[in-house]
């Protein structure tokens, strides 16, 4: 299993301003990830963070507005850029653990983001 | 690409009786696995119960058992004798495990409601 810390829980921000999140899971991770949810939504990945080398996006997410970095195996950032009301949701931070073909996804508690 | 689809936007099902939320999927992966994870009102995801593609019998786990029929691409999830704590969002998930770099995609969920 894996514990997974996120910082802030939540926040309250102002259109036009970056808010960063961060990740620390208590023990070296291959796979982490990245997931919105916006309200009453499911989750949709926003990209895979890759140690070491520039994060994999997925359609529809953009590095600019989401850059993201992962500088070792237990600690990711994700940065919300130039914020609108349309990015308040919640993101989550995850990480895939165990073998390849199972790997159970743990989560973060998640960053409520509310732009105003 | 990879789809996951829950026809079932909200159920509501009486204390005691077991209840069976759907689930269907498409991938082009020749090897992948299913989860249904479990979201209450608090938000944090909760993993429930993992089915691979390739396993003989279907996941148990408690009172949840995924009743999976891979020719017809479904991945149901069965909770037997249902409690109110039961009440919450219900995520079907699956991982490509070769050409999708094993990210997990989510469907867009079940609200289950238990009435006492």
């Known amino acids: 299993s894996a514990v997974i810390s996120q910082k802030p829980s939540r926040d309250i921000c102002q259109r036009g301003t970056s808010l960063t999140i961060q990740c620390q899971v208590d023990s070296q991770v291959t796979m982490m990830f990245w997931y919105r949810q916006q309200p009453g939504q499911s989750l949709t990945l926003i990209a895979t963070a890759n140690q070491g080398s520039e994060a994999t996006y997925e359609s529809g997410f953009v590095i600019d507005k989401f850059p993201i970095s992962r500088p070792n195996l237990t600690f990711s950032t994700l940065t919300v850029s130039n914020m609108s009301p349309e990015d308040s949701s919640i993101y989550l931070c995850?990480?895939?653990?165990?073998?390849?073909?199972?790997?159970?996804?743990?989560f973060g508690e998640g960053s409520r983001l509310t732009v105003l | 690409a990879q789809k996951i689809t829950q026809t079932q936007p909200g159920m509501f099902v009486q204390e005691k009786e077991a209840v069976t939320l759907d689930c269907t999927y498409d991938t082009s992966d020749p090897s992948y696995g299913l989860f249904w994870y479990k979201q209450p009102s608090s938000g944090e995801m909760i993993f429930l119960i993992y089915q691979g593609s390739y396993d003989q019998q279907n996941a148990t786990e408690g009172r949840y058992s995924l009743n999976f029929q891979k020719a017809r691409k479904s991945a149901n999830l069965v909770i037997s004798a249902s409690q109110l704590g039961d009440s919450a969002m219900y995520f079907c998930a699956m991982r490509g495990l070769y050409s999708s770099a094993s990210k997990i995609i989510f469907g867009s969920g079940t609200r289950l409601s238990i009435r006492p």
């Open positions: 995850s990480v895939v653990t165990g073998g390849k073909d199972t790997g159970e996804l743990f």
